[in-house]
């Protein structure tokens, strides 16, 4: 097993440009998070899906971007009219669990797709 | 508002001796507190994790504690050693989160040799 991978690892764009990262999680997890951190921060939820469904969505989750798990498998998260704020490391983590309280935390974090929106 | 605090920056330790990074936080509904570590250029990494209803966990040269009375918690590294060094994140979990974990900004951990 490669564990989580991210791809593309860097993407420099333009501001108003469209982005698109992907995610493979570990094949046997049915959870798929998505994080977004900055330079000082600690990761910040952004999104998580159940298998295929998109369980939760966080504030910070404009209507700019977008996420699909569209089979339960690999993952999505698209950013639309990209802006300078948007500059970050996204993260995307997978876990196994069947119900909330078995969420104890214990995520697997991919290496991160960094953004730079000039 | 920052629910999760780590109000050290960085931190640094001579190899062989004891780290302990701290994390303060505020809501008494966290039931579950992790710290994972990060390396430059990787994502974090779980490390180990603590229920509520314990004030200690041991894993290995890895010793967290939790003082509920006082909303803190603490990572023990002993002995530490150069491949410790990295950045450590305290993170916790409740339930009018969701359970999605809260974050703290990190402390950068030096062992000087």
């Known amino acids: 097993d490669t564990g989580v991978s991210q791809d593309p690892r860097h993407k420099i764009t333009k501001r108003g440009q469209n982005v698109t990262f992907r995610c493979d999680p570990i094949s046997e997890h049915n959870r798929l998070y998505w994080y977004r951190q900055t330079l000082g921060q600690g990761p910040e939820f952004l999104t998580y899906?159940?298998?295929?469904?998109?369980?939760?969505k966080s504030r910070l989750l404009s209507d700019r971007f977008s996420a699909e798990r569209p089979k339960g498998s690999f993952s999505t998260l698209e950013i639309q009219r990209t802006e300078q704020g948007d500059s970050a490391m996204y993260l995307c983590?997978?876990?196994f669990g069947l119900g909330a309280l078995q969420n104890t935390g214990e995520l697997f974090f991919g290496e991160g797709s960094r953004l730079t929106v000039l | 508002d920052q629910q999760v605090k780590q109000n050290s920056p960085s931190l640094s330790v001579q190899e062989g001796r004891i780290s302990i990074l701290n994390c303060d936080y505020t809501n008494s509904m966290f039931d579950y507190f992790l710290w994972y570590k990060k390396y430059p250029a990787e994502g974090p990494t779980f490390l180990i994790s603590i229920s509520s209803i314990k004030d200690k966990n041991e894993d290995g040269r890895f010793t967290v504690f939790l003082n509920k009375s006082a909303k803190h918690l603490s990572l023990h590294i002993v002995p530490s050693q150069p491949g410790d060094s990295a950045v450590y994140f305290c993170?916790?979990?409740?339930?009018?989160?969701?359970?999605?974990?809260?974050w703290g900004a990190g402390t950068k951990l030096i062992i000087k040799p």
């Open positions: 993170a916790a979990r409740s339930y009018h989160s969701n359970y999605q974990l809260i």
């Open positions: 899906f159940q298998n295929e469904a998109q369980l939760e």
């Open positions: 983590a997978s876990s």
